[in-house]
């Protein structure tokens, strides 16, 4: 009896998130073709691939028929129009290069509109106030008629080189009554690693770690941590949403860092991830 081949995985843009997906991927023992704009050394076991999925150059480089795609790539500009070249365009180019039984894409939860402090899951409608949210749902409807397509939602991203929070923390900014929702880069790659394996996954996850916190909390926290002298009390109305990770939580996901204080105090600390 012929060996069986391991799993190939493409994974379209492989920057922060999914080098780190690539890594693991490889870890595993999959062949991995990790798919990037401009050439970048590939870690041992990825074999790198340059292409650009917004003017489709390269894509007919990629296997016809991979078990797997990861469309997990990020725009060069932050305009309607070069989201709608990458997200929109490109992962219809995507689909129409590689027939792959499960195609994972990595969508936002800037996709809702809610801004008063409320819950939000997967039943809740997205109604994206903001161009780049309009985008990423089209694009989301886009892989609705493939039959093995699934969408997680990412809230904000941080880690090592994703301090932005850290900087306005530091400069006495961000202290307002407004829920805030992250989730790790470190655990993003391993919730879409975990839904690649997973044998009958739902449509849709929101990617988020188990507690969203108000930002002036956060600075609080931020500043007492570094010896920096106290804010005043937040004023204001309450603004922003609170992300639920429930459902993936449910299927046998969990976050290596489950709240604000777990991810950011080896920043702090200069230990990084």
């Known amino acids: 009896m012929p060996l ?57 480089r990629l296997p016809r028929r991979p078990d797997s795609v990861v469309f997990c790539a990020a725009p060069d500009q932050r305009n309607e129009a070069a989201y709608r070249a990458l997200y929109l365009d490109g992962l219809r180019r995507l689909l129409d290069a590689c027939d792959a039984r499960r195609v994972l894409f990595v969508s936002s939860t800037a996709v809702y509109g809610e801004d008063a402090g409320e819950w939000v899951d997967e039943a809740t ?82 990617g988020n770690d188990d507690c969203p916190a108000r930002e002036d909390e956060i600075v609080a926290w931020v500043r007492a941590k570094e010896g920096l002298p106290a804010l005043p009390p937040a004023t204001g109305t309450e603004t922003g949403r609170r992300i639920s990770n429930a459902r993936l939580r449910a299927a046998g996901w969990s976050p290596r860092f489950p709240d604000f204080s777990a991810g950011y105090t080896p920043l702090l600390t200069g230990a990084g991830v």
């Open 125 to 206: 409608p997205a109604r994206p106030p903001a161009f780049n949210g309009r985008v990423l749902l089209e694009a989301e409807h886009a892989l609705a008629p493939h039959a093995g397509g699934v969408v997680l939602r990412l809230s904000g991203i941080y880690g090592p080189g994703r301090e932005a929070m850290l900087r306005r923390a530091r400069a006495g900014e961000a202290n307002r009554p407004h829920w805030s929702n992250r989730i790790h880069v470190e655990d993003a790659a391993m919730a879409l690693s975990f839904l690649l394996d997973l044998d009958v996954p739902q449509r849709l996850y929101l």
């Open 4 to 60: 069986k081949s391991s799993p190939c995985v493409v994974i379209a843009g492989s920057g922060d998130v999914g080098g780190r997906l690539a890594a693991l991927r490889a870890g595993l023992g999959d062949q991995v073709i990790a798919v990037r704009r401009r050439d970048v050394e590939p870690g041992t076991g990825i074999r790198a691939l340059r292409a650009d999925l917004a003017t489709g150059d390269g894509l007919d």
